[in-house]
């Protein structure tokens, strides 16, 4: 049982240069147009669409790794209760049991030969008995269940990743709300200490410090105020 993989419907180096190559250009939208500052400024009646956009995505990427952390506990449980299934194998001649994971690996080894068959049909029915007590104790905890929601939740996240990606920001805080997408979804695969994540961080402290600064009431995207509350526990995990 792998890991769960937050990016499945891109691969890591697609998805890593989808999200750095429109960066710079998304980012720099809302500052093209002849707008004065207190136009480009989020207003409360007619709130920045990026922003709208941002909080979409925030619920989902919050929901998206609670259940991440939620399966990855749940495997753990059921791995420590049942065990992967699996059965060995020893091979006529040999002293080495090997070790299998599924039908197909057992065939694979076995083949047609007639002096193989008595021991392959074992090895398949003790990995059957094996898979039995697993899906037992995966109904009632409902990994399975939790895995399939974190898939679905994942792909749901990607594409508001898309979305907001494409929205023009009209406010900082609509910027703001990008970098800190971008930085979220870029530390999924990268090092904290490896290009680019330490120079966005950089920049987005830069801009809520600025943002503050203009409108200190105002909520802005990433701040430490808005990360405290985004790590409360969520789903009950």
């Known amino acids: 049982m792998a890991g769960s993989d937050h990016s499945t419907t891109l691969s ?3 998805r890593r240069r989808l999200l750095l190559g429109t960066a710079v250009a998304t980012l720099a ?6 707008a004065g500052p207190s136009e480009t400024l989020a207003d409360v009646d007619s709130p920045d669409p990026a922003l709208l956009a941002w909080r979409e995505w925030k619920t989902v990427a ?3 790794e609670a259940l991440c952390h939620k399966q990855q506990r749940l495997e753990t449980t059921l791995v420590r209760e049942i065990g992967f299934p699996r ?3 020893r091979l006529p001649g040999s002293s080495e049991a090997l070790e299998f994971f599924s039908p197909e690996d057992i065939e694979a080894i076995c083949g047609s030969a007639p002096e193989m068959a008595d021991l392959c049909a074992k090895a398949k029915t003790e990995l059957a008995a094996h898979q039995a007590r697993w899906d037992v104790v995966d109904a009632q905890i409902g990994y399975s269940a939790t895995k399939q929601a974190e898939v679905e939740a994942g792909e749901r996240e990607q594409e508001l990743v898309e979305a907001l990606t494409a929205t023009p920001a009209t406010s900082l805080a609509g910027v703001a709300g990008k970098l800190d997408m971008i930085f979220h979804e870029g530390a999924i695969w990268e090092d904290d200490t490896e290009f680019p994540q330490p120079q966005i961080r950089s920049a987005l402290r830069d801009l809520i ?3 503050h600064t203009l409108q200190p009431d105002f909520f802005m995207p990433g701040s430490d105020r808005e990360n405290a509350r985004a790590r409360r526990p969520v789903l009950g995990t």
């Open 12 to 14: 890591f180096v697609t």
């Open 209 to 211: 410090r600025i943002a």
């Open 62 to 64: 919050l929901r998206t």
């Open 87 to 89: 059965t060995t194998l």
């Open 29 to 34: 939208l809302p500052f093209q147009s002849k």
